[in-house]
Structure formats: C-alpha cells, structure tokens
C-alpha cells in the first residue's frame, strides 16, 4: 500500500511569521542563534515527530518540508506530485523548492530524499545544524512496514527498500554536522533529548577544552587550549600531559548495541565523533581520515580481529596494519589529524628519536599523507645504527625521500633523543629554519593525545566483537590484559571503560624490567638504582612509563597538585610514593604481574603446541601474566601488539628451530612454514625484501650531522615558502 510522505500536518507555530511565502524567521532566541536545528534521516527516522518535540522543547516554529514547503509550492499533496512526474523529476523540483527556502531560527524536518539533492543541501547547511538520526535500517524497515508503506521515494522496480536506504546512507553520512545515534528502542522523546543535547554540546564548543595534569584548573586563565592545540602542541607547556578537562563522554548500552553491528571504520568513526567536537573537525573530513585510516592498509577487514585462543582467553589481533605492530592503529590515523590540525602557512617537520616499533609505524603514517598536507607535513627519523633490530630496520629504511625519511646515527638511542632536544633548545636554529623554509620542528611522541585517542576504539571494539559473537551478553564483565611500556595501550583501555565499556580489570603485564608492575603492587615507583635488561620484548623495556601520569590524574579525581608533586618528586628524587587512599583505587582498577625471559619463550612454544597459535614476544608477556593472575570467572582479551615475524629471531628460538637463518626475510619464510596461524605479515615481507636490497643514509654522532640531515629533508621535500 501506498507511498511514504513523511510528517502529518505540521503544527503553525504561533511566534512564526510567515513573511513571504516561503521564508519563516523566528523572533525568539534560538540556542543556536539564527541558525536553524535541521533534522535530517531516512523516512521513518521519526523527523517529523522528534522535530515537534524539539520545536515545544525549544519554543521555536516548526517546518516540515513536506507540509510547509512541498505541498504550499505545489499546491497539490506531495504523493500527487511524484505520481504525476516520476521519480527523477520528483527530486528535482523538491530539491529546486528547497533551494527557495528561507528560515531562520526554526526547527526544520527534511524529507527522507532532500539529502540526494547537492544543490538544496548547500543551501539548507547554510541555514543551520544539519542533525542525522542515524536509525538503524532494520528498525526502519520494520517501522515502514507497520506503516504498510513498500516503496519509497526514487526507488526503481525491482531495488529493494533496505538496498536503497543503504544507498542514502552516504549522502546522510555526507551532509550531517551531528550524528545522534538513535539505539532500538528508543522513543520519540528519547531521541528529541538527544538532539537537544546534541544541539547543546555544539554550542558548547568552550567546554571541550583540554587541560594539563600539573595545572590546577581554577578557571583564571581564560585562554582555552582546544582539540587542535593539544594535537599540535603535544606536551603541555609546564611538563604536564593533557586530558580533556571532562572527562571521556559516557554511551549509552543501546548505543554500544548499535556499535556492535557496525564495522571497525564506523565504529572508530562514531566514537570519535563523540570524543572530537564537530567545530574542532567537522564530521566529513573526520569521516573521510578514519576510512583511510581502517580501510585498504590493514591486511584484516576486521582490523583488530579478536581470535578464541584457548578457555576464556581470546587474543586481539593488533598487528593487521602496515608496519606489524598495534602503533600503526594510532599512527595510520594521527597524522592525517595533525596535518588537519596545523595552522596555515608553516611547514612543520616532526622529527623522532626510535629504537623500536614506533618509526617504522610514523613513517608509514606520515608518508601516506597526500596534496598539500604531504608537501608541508614530513617525519625525519633517527635510529641508532646498532640499537634495533634487523628487521626493524629494513622496515625503517624503506623510508628514504619524500616526507618520510629514516636515517641512522653511529651511537646509541639517547644520543638521537639528546640531539633531537638539543635542536629544539637551540634558538638559532629554530629561529633559521622559520625564516628560511618557514619550518617548525614538531614531535609526535606516545603522550600526544591524537595517539591515545584512537586506541579507545580497538578495546571497545574487542568487547562489542565477543557480544556480537555470543561470547557474552552486553553488560558482561571481561578483563583486558596488556603488555605495558608507556601505558598508552593501558591508558586507553580505562578510558574505554570510562566511555562505558565493562571492563573488569586492566592487568598490566612487564617482562623483567618490571618497573610498573612494582608501582601497582606497592604504590612506589622507584627508578634508584634500576637498569634496563635486554629482553625478547623490547617494546616494553621502559624506566620511566610516560602515560602513567594520566592514570594518577584519573584515578586522583584529577588532584594536578598531587600529580604535579609526584612527578617533579621523580624527577629530584627518582622516586615517589602514592598516598595511601590512591594506592586502594589503583588497586580496585588494575592488576599487574610480570614475565621472566623463560617464562615468555617456554609460552609461545606451549601455545603453539597446544593450538598451532604462533604468539609474539610482548603477547607472550601478556598471556604469561594473564595466566598467572585472572580467575578464569569472565573472558580475558590478551593485547597482541606485534605480529610474531616482527621479533622472528626470539621466536624462531622459542619454537625450538634448530637452524636460524641469517636473513630476515629467510626467518619469516621459515617462520610461515612453522606456524599454522595467524598468515604471515605479507606488507611487512614484502618491504622486508625490498629494502634489504637498499643502502641506507648512516650518520656520524656529532650534532651537526644531524642538524644537516634536518636541513637537506627540509630543502628537498617541502614547499619553498616565499
Ligand atoms: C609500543 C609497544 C608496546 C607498549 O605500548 P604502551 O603504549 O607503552 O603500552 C607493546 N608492544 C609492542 C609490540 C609495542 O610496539
Ligand atoms: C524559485 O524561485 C524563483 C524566483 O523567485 C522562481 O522562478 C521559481 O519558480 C521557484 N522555484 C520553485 C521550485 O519554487
Ligand atoms: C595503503 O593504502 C593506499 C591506498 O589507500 C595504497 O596505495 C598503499 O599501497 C597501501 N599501503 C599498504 C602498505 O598497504
């Protein structure tokens, strides 16, 4: 039966003046202004409805494109017309009537099929908040159905009506400024409330600001420190690391069910959206990084798969992208986001000290960038010659021109990282490289926020895979286990359960240089007299935890004196001890245990015996510790942050093999023919291959090699600036 024309009569606000015929200006205060709340959906979405509770809410007028503008234009209801005209001419001429239409400050129902029309919608942006109840098709389907309506506008003979509205879905995802991600179930006010406070957060631009932890945040300094600063500048100011000032934004669970249907981009796209507010990227750039970011560079669909490895313990797969390891999770979408985030005019070069997994994954990101962001936006990384491993390396020297570039130095890590800071002390040359190639030196290091922030999505994305799998129920708790270093993978963990995720315990697990699993067991982070230990791990051989910080200030109730105090401790002292009502919540949120070098192999080769699973060495850490400390009473996810030919030498020991190949590239083929699963890492093959037939620029320790290296990138890779 019959054809969809969304909305019933219209209600005539009363303090609407209709001026000319097709123009509405409200004369009260809208929350947005003169800007007009525009609600925009598929038929069925509940625009109409939800747009008449909104208005009543708000005391403005109502429009309802079909009553008020379609139907006045024509002279005739809406369903005459498309019988008359046809499909095609139908969207014309509604897009054209639209095109007409002036209003301000009123609450504006859309029809399903305005959003197909470029022109009108230009225009309709213009006028306003552009809101998308983003409902989900089978909740459309099914209320369509009760609607007895089976065809909707521009559907052709022979498309099915899901087929079309997953056809309209880009143009909504094209056209929104909001999302309100309407759960099953929700009812018409449940949604209106949604939108209003979707309206109220984009008013409130001002409240996501971001604060330090070492800054006692009494509101004096009026200067705000917004999205983009905190991604531009990195670290805060006086040493701190920035949060947002509130916190992360709780979902609700049907809301998380919504997720649960989706795929790893959108999700990752749909979260983000609620932790970056829409004026500091705008909802279709952010779209358009994250499917760039998640789509063709990882060699898993998923992305970040979860896999059943043995019991209750599952392994999430962190290692699909580029580079092998679960940076390139972060580090395939940060640089697009601090490329966007970069003031006009400067060229900006991030230079990065590495002795690890980190260079390859920024490069890699970096060098994907294109057009003008590329010609601007460059990373120079400095290695130590001798102080990575093989295949690190390879992986790094891939990267020789453009605006990626990997060199290495004849000293040791701290040499690079000293010579780094060093460059940034050094007025002079600051001060050359501005004038002369309008360049600013830059970091990207594992404390700037736009690297964290991205790790959110892959942990409640781990825990929506084993609801939608049937391993739990939603609302059921799961632990995480994660091999630590910085924290940062920790770190982000608690602030998926911040966002509501029920995650029961963070377990934290170290091999041998066990720093943190001392501070969690004892409340005392104590660097006196500690030295780091070569281990199968390396990525977690760390003193000083950077991301640690962020948990205290979390865990403190955000007490910056406390943390402030317990840092610049560490830095006199080398040591600090939490106080005691800290060292209770620590306790309630984490658990941590560490992992001798034996213990680490003897697991990789048990597993693999057990299972045909192949584990790296830091998954190994964690399967360790998890083994060791969870109950067995829920699920545990095991972090896997690299893929196993990504520490082929370690491996190939653990497994026993009796003759270890040389070559890297001939580990990893020995490496496939062991290991039943997971696939070799085949981007990672192949850019083994490639480079291993490449020399690489090596540099002599001294400071003004270095500084030459920064200065022949600049010259070559970026735009002259006049
Ligand atoms: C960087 C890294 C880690 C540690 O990450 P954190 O953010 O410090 O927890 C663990 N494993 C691998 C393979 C890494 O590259
Ligand atoms: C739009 O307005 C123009 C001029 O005001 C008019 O000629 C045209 O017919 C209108 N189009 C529609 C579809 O109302
Ligand atoms: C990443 O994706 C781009 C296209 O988006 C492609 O050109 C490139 O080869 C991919 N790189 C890897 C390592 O998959």
Known sequence: MGLLIVGELALRAARCHLLASKSWICTRASPLGGKNIVLMGPPGAGKTTVGR?????????????????????????????????????????????????????????????????????????????????????????????????????????????????????????????????????????????????????????????????????????????????????????????????????????????????????????????????????????????????????????????????????????????????????????????????LPPMCNYLILVATSGDTGSAVLNGFGRLTGAERHRTGVLVFFPEEGVSEIQKLQMISYREGNARAVSVLSDFDFCQKTIKRMFGESGLIGHLAVEYGTVLSTANSINWARLLPQVVYHSSAYLDLCRDGVIRFGEPIDV???????????????????????????????????????????????????????????????????????????????SHLVKDLFSKLDRQQHFKVPEPLFGRIQQEVQAGWCSEDDCLAAIQSIHTQTGYVMDTHTAVAKVVADRLQDGSCPVVLSSTAHYGKFAPAVLKALKIPTVPQDPVEQLKKLSSTASRPEMHRDMMKCLKESSKRGHTVCQAEYSVLVEEVESMIHDSFLKVM
């Open 53 to 341: 509770i909104v208005a009543h809410r708000l005391g403005l007028p109502v429009i309802d494109v079909d009553d008020n503008i379609l139907e006045k234009t024509w002279k005739m209801p809406v369903a005459a017309k498309l019988a008359s005209v046809g499909g095609e001419r139908f969207l014309e001429e509604e897009g054209q009537a639209l095109c007409n239409f002036s209003a301000s400050g009123c609450v504006v129902s859309l029809t399903g099929s305005n959003p197909l029309h470029a022109q009108a919608m230009q225009h309709i942006k213009q006028t306003g908040l552009v809101i998308y109840l983003d409902v989900l098709s089978e909740d459309i389907l099914q209320r369509l159905a009760r609607m007895k309506v089976n065809r909707i506008v521009g559907q052709e003979a022979g498309v099915s009506m899901s087929e079309i509205l997953q056809y309209r879905k880009q143009f909504y995802e094209k056209w929104l400024d909001v999302r309100v991600l309407c759960g099953t179930g929700d009812t018409v006010e449940e949604v209106a409330e949604k939108v209003l406070n979707a309206v109220e957060r984009y008013q409130k631009h001002a409240a996501e600001n971001y604060v330090s932890t070492r800054c006692d945040n009494t509101e004096s300094s009026s200067q705000k420190t917004y999205f983009s600063d905190v991604v531009v500048e990195g670290l805060a100011t006086d040493g701190g690391l920035y949060v947002p000032k509130n916190g992360f934004p709780k979902i609700d669970d049907r809301e998380w069910l919504r997720l649960a249907e989706m795929s790893y981009p959108e999700r990752a796209l749909v979260l983000l959206e609620k932790c970056i507010h829409p004026l500091d990227v705008c909802a279709l750039d952010l779209r358009n990084m994250v499917f760039k970011a998640y789509s063709s560079n990882f060699s898993s669909e998923a992305v970040a798969p979860v896999k059943h490895l043995s019991h209750n313990q599952y392994v999430q797969e962190l290692f699909h992208g580029p580079t092998a390891s679960f940076k390139d999770l972060a580090l395939q979408l940060m640089p697009q986001l601090f490329a966007y985030c």
């Open 481 to 559: 286990c994660i091999p630590t270093g910085n924290f940062g993978n920790a770190m982000s963990a608690v602030y998926a359960k911040q966002m509501g995720i029920p995650i029961r315990k963070v377990i934290c697990a170290s091999n041998q240089n066990c720093i943190i699993t001392d501070f969690i067991t004892t409340g005392e982070y104590d660097l006196r007299g500690r030295l780091l230990l070569p281990s199968h791990s390396p990525a977690i051989d760390i003193l000083k935890s950077s991301n640690l910080e962020r948990f205290i200030y979390y865990l403190s109730d955000r007490d």
